[in-house]
């Protein structure tokens, strides 16, 4: 379990990077062509789990129509966050992004009647604080995009991981509805051992069937997706490289949080919850050299508290 928690904590943190270096912000479809190579990675994956998981194959064509709820909310934020990441510090945006765990249980709450135990609202509190106050302290950051992209702009760049969060955590929400119990599940003909794996596939397919979407878009309109022109300039041919990367570590983080899932949830979610995170910040002070304030990184830091509470419960 260690093993797949230690390799999806750093696959997913540099992923991001990649994500960020990838996701040109003068290039106009950068967030879709990443959608692409996601998709692509993600289907191949896909395959590998249909055919050597125990997912049931007669009922799986019916458990892809029932899934796609929750595949719709996952895909469409990682979209968002695509677009975000063109324009926002990554420093910023990941945090934000991975706060959606103070989401998931306010709507139990409210749709499955769960009680919120005090540690629940100690860590919802802790979040909600670090995340006020990381944007109010970020008065220079946003006056220097609203200055380099105008305030329009700006003002929807920022919202993107706010958008990520809240969509993720309807996918988290419906996920946790759809994978709990083999009882009462809308999944058909699955097992405890292959209930999870069946939702997964499900998931990355559709994230390729929207990637061949989105790429006969992209082709129809002329965009250039995965061989560089000769004459491109090197960003844009390195940033089709960095692009390809992020979907493979993408990937990878996937398929090891999958097998650590199955071995022990808690802990995975302790770590996942706020591993990520660290890692993505530790990595975009070394390689993408963003620099925050104290008071930003203090107020992250409660951000991340609240998370491992969340985790905790």
Same mark, same amino acid.
């Given at each position: ?28 479809? !950068? #967030? ?40 719709? %909310?996952? =895909?469409?934020?990682?979209? $968002? ?26 709507? %139990? ?23 006020? %106050? ?8 946003? /006056? ?18 706010? %958008? ?32 999870? #794996? ?40 390195? !940033? ?17 949080? $999958? ?7 808690? &802990? ?11 890692? !993505?910040? &530790?990595? /975009? ?8 304030? =104290? ?7 409660? =951000?991340?508290?609240?998370? =491992?509470? $969340?985790?905790?419960?």
């Amino acid at each position: 379990m260690w093993t797949f928690l230690v390799v999806s904590v750093l696959a997913w943190g540099i992923a991001e990077i990649f994500y960020k270096k990838g996701n040109l912000e003068r290039e106009k479809y !950068s #967030h879709l062509k990443t959608t692409v190579y996601v998709g692509l990675f993600m289907g191949v994956y896909a395959l590998i789990i249909l055919f050597t998981q125990g997912v049931d194959l007669k009922a799986f064509p019916l458990n892809f129509v029932r899934y796609l709820p929750v595949a719709a %909310c996952y =895909i469409l934020s990682m979209i $968002l966050s695509y677009f975000g990441v063109r324009f926002i510090e990554e420093s910023i945006a990941d945090p934000i992004e991975n706060t959606s765990c103070a989401i998931v249980p306010i709507l %139990c709450a409210i749709f499955l009647k769960e009680t919120l135990k005090l540690p629940v609202v100690i860590g919802i509190v802790l979040v909600v604080i670090g995340l006020v %106050c990381v944007s109010l302290f970020d008065k220079k950051g946003k /006056s220097d995009r609203k200055a380099k992209l105008g305030k329009k702009l700006a003002i929807i760049a920022i919202a993107m991981p706010f %958008c990520y969060m809240l969509l993720d955590a309807v996918g988290t929400f419906l996920d946790i509805y759809y994978t709990e119990s083999v009882e009462t599940t809308f999944l058909v003909n699955v097992t405890e051992a292959n209930i999870e #794996h069946t939702a997964n596939c499900a998931y990355e397919l559709t994230f390729f069937l929207v990637a061949v979407g989105i790429a006969i878009f992209l082709k129809a309109k002329g965009e250039n997706i995965f061989i560089p022109k000769k004459d491109e300039e090197k960003t844009t041919k390195q !940033s089709k490289i960095y692009k390809a990367l992020a979907a493979l570590f993408e990937t990878i983080g996937q398929a090891t949080y $999958l097998f650590a899932l199955s071995e022990g949830s808690g &802990i995975a979610a302790v770590i996942m919850g706020s591993g990520t995170v660290i890692v !993505s910040l &530790i990595l /975009s002070r070394v390689f993408l050299k963003e620099r925050l304030s =104290i008071i930003q990184y203090a107020f992250i830091a409660i =951000i991340l508290s609240g998370i =491992i509470v $969340l985790s905790l419960v």
